[in-house]
């Protein structure tokens, strides 16, 4: 079974800091993995998302995020801050067989607060 | 295209009672997808459909829900005498072509039962 893990359920950071959102995948398979974004009393919005070509790969609002299979990990980072950037962030793997081809697994997810 | 659409976006309903909503998906989006969010939690997987057929269902589906997508266009998610527990943001999600394309979600319906 595949699942995914978050580390941190919430960071804080200061306008204009680095953001570093921590994702650990398990998968038995290739992952495809990817990075949701969710405002209060929204859906869920694709930030960025990896499919096996470049493993540096480069989203919407200036997210980045980069495949480490050694590590298992997925971390999903911003160079600066943006108080817009304040949101829920959901890392999830993809089910790539079976019956279940498509489902999405979820991590817990990780509140991004943005201070002034 | 209007993305996937869901009705209504909020739902406050009594104990005992049946609600139902709806999900328009991304025309032409052959997969369609149901999850569960509760506060504080990633969505949870409930049911697929590939079309108009019903290929999984999750252990969370209990018999009081049931799912249809008729045609293969919308789907319906039923919850039929609705309990303190089922509250939640349901969020409809579609996904066409070939393995890794993303699935786009809806807004979502959040439910309240009171």
């Known amino acids: 079974a595949q699942s995914v893990t978050q580390l941190g359920s919430h960071v804080s950071v200061s306008e204009g800091a680095l953001v570093l959102l921590r994702c650990n995948y398990s998968s038995s398979v290739p992952p495809y993995l990817f990075w949701y974004v969710q405002y209060p009393n929204q859906g869920l919005q694709l930030l960025l998302k990896?499919?096996?070509?470049?493993?540096l790969v480069k989203g919407i609002n200036g997210f980045e995020a980069e495949f480490k299979k050694s590590e298992t990990s997925f971390h999903l980072t911003k160079p600066s801050a943006h108080m817009s950037d304040a949101a829920e962030y959901f890392c999830?793997?993809?089910?790539?067989?079976?019956?279940?081809?498509?489902?999405?697994?979820f991590g817990q997810g990780t509140i991004l607060t943005v201070h002034p | 295209d209007t993305g996937v659409s869901q009705d209504p976006r909020h739902k406050i309903t009594k104990r005992g009672q049946n609600v139902t909503f709806r999900c328009d998906p991304i025309s032409e989006h052959n997969r369609l997808y149901w999850y569960r969010q509760t506060l504080g939690q990633g969505p949870e997987f409930l049911t697929y459909?590939?079309?108009?057929?019903?290929?999984?269902k999750s252990r969370l589906l209990s018999d009081r829900f049931s799912a249809e997508r008729p045609k293969g266009s919308f789907s319906t998610l039923e919850i039929q005498r609705t309990e303190q527990g089922d509250s939640a943001m349901y969020l409809c999600?579609?996904?066409?072509?070939?393995?890794?394309?993303?699935?786009?979600f809806g807004q979502g319906t959040r439910l309240t039962v009171v």
């Open positions: 990896y499919t096996s070509a470049a493993t």
């Open positions: 999600a579609s996904s066409y072509g070939t393995m890794g394309t993303e699935a786009f």
């Open positions: 999830a793997v993809l089910n790539a067989g079976g019956t279940s081809y498509g489902k999405l697994t």
């Open positions: 459909f590939q079309n108009e057929a019903q290929l999984e």
